[in-house]
């Protein structure tokens, strides 16, 4: 049944028929215009027919590994099926090869640690992959990380492609395992910014002296610490719970509702990146670790399954985030993790939120597995506002769609539009900060933060047309799939691994 739109919704409308009168909205990738004369728009308004921002958090896949065998027969999506790796024992040998179909679900992890990072790199050669810890199954000698999925293998995320938007210039901010970029999604930054930290930047994942623990941020246990690296290389700890601004900062100073879709329980979950983020997390007067019963906390944080609902009801707020319990993190299978963002698409589609909605899936690293795309270098050292420096940034290529009724038409199987702006996980809060009129947390959103020579993200606005009141794309809607279960080892491999 369709539902009426809401007051805000047709004030949109109306932003959309200015811009079919010809007014630009979109200049330059990454850039507005606003019309001569226009009002200032108060923060919190709305620049756009996009009101609502889903994004789904993801987990350790490579651009090459999900999408480089994605058919693309304009010849526009900078993808490889073929692979690199160099011979340790015969220097200046390099081995090119078609990787092979990638399992579903994998044997094992393969390494995706700092130190990893630079052993895939190999100097910038790209070569490496290969040789990182957990790259050879033992048992068969296959090189998993090599490898990629295929036709049949990951059908409904090949169709978003397709149809709707993806970027093949997705950068992760951070070179390593998952924690720090979770942080830089929700922050813009991961404390390279923050005078606080004296610009210091998360360098590992949090170390739980309790085994088991499944969550990282303000409410890890006592004596918990996590590895932050200076401007210089020097290494120290700190509890990983921190002071510096974040995305639902800015949403309630302009009065805008947000909510994290959680797995499990709603309350703990390591990959949440707002649970180290101590205005969000800790109640007023408690003190990390942080325990004490917080309201703000339980009005936003809430069931994943409950965007079903909202969806539904049209109640979806300005900003989510959606982080399923199938992250795809191996073993664990991209099937089931595919399944959770159908579903949730789908309910968004068929609710009367769709036609003011981008949804954003996101994948935080590269997971070990393959790209043979050599990430750009961030080159500030200083110790003023240049934040971002080579120790930390970039790290490989990762996946990004975007699914909106507003991305452009492109020359895709389907009319998919490709996106060959440059994007890090700072370009999430860019795209919130320009939706709804916000200003910067002066992190890596603001662009006065960056030296000339240091790539810029982008801010998503390059894969969208207002050019009409009627959006370009229609509705996708998609089935889930039956998954191939988990074999006793991988279950029990599942029980002892480190989930990042």
Known sequence: MHRTRSARQHAVRTVGALVALGVALLAVPGHSLEPAGAAVRAPGDPRSPIEHIVFVIKENRSFDHYFGALPDPGDDLNGSTTAACYRKATPGVVDTFTMPRAHDPMPQDVSHANWT???????????????????????????????????????????????????????????????????????????????????????????????????????????????MIDLVGQLSEVFPCFGFPSIPSLLDDAGLDWRFYS???????????????DSIRCAPGDAPPCTDPNPYWDAHVTDGARILDDADAGDLP?????????????????????????????????????DSTAVVVWWDEWGGFYDHVKPATAE???????????????GFRVPLLVISPWVKDGT?????????A???????????????????????????????????????????????????KGEL????????????????????WNDD
């Open 117 to 227: 990072f630079y052993t895939a790199y190999h100097g910038g050669k790209m070569d490496g992959f290969c040789h990182e810890r957990g790259a050879i199954v033992k048992a068969t000698g296959e090189d998993i990380a090599d490898s990629q999925m295929q036709a049949g293998d990951i059908p409904n995320y090949w169709a978003y492609a397709k149809t709707y938007g993806i970027a093949d210039r997705m950068f992760a901010s951070w070179r390593g395992a998952s924690f720090a970029n979770n942080v830089f999604a929700i922050a813009g930054q991961s404390g390279r910014y923050s005078t606080l930290l004296d610009r210091r930047a998360i360098y590992g994942n949090p170390q739980d002296p309790i085994a088991g623990s499944h969550t990282w941020g303000c409410d890890n246990s006592a004596g918990t610490t996590v590895s």
């Open 263 to 277: 797995a499990q329980d709603g309350s703990h979950f390591v990959h949440s990146g707002i649970a180290a983020i």
């Open 318 to 354: 300005a900003v989510s985030w959606f982080l399923p319990k199938a992250t795809e993190h191996p073993p664990k299978t991209a099937c089931a993790g595919e399944n959770a963002t159908v579903k949730a698409v789908n309910a968004i589609m068929q609710g009367p939120d769709w």
């Open 380 to 394: 500030g050292v200083d110790d003023g506002v240049t934040g971002l420096n080579e120790l930390i940034s970039y």
């Open 412 to 420: 895709l199987d389907n009319g998919g539009y490709a996106s060959h």
């Open 422 to 472: 440059f994007y890090s996980h700072a370009s999430f809060a860019r795209f919130v900060e320009w939706a709804f009129s916000l200003p910067t947390m002066d992190a890596a959103d603001d662009l006065a933060n960056y030296i000339a020579t240091e790539p810029k993200p982008a801010n998503l606005t390059d894969f969208f047309d207002f050019s009409s009141t009627t959006p370009p």
């Open 477 to 496: 809607l998609l089935s889930a799939r039956a998954c191939s279960p988990l074999n006793a080892a991988q279950k029990a491999y599942i029980r002892i």
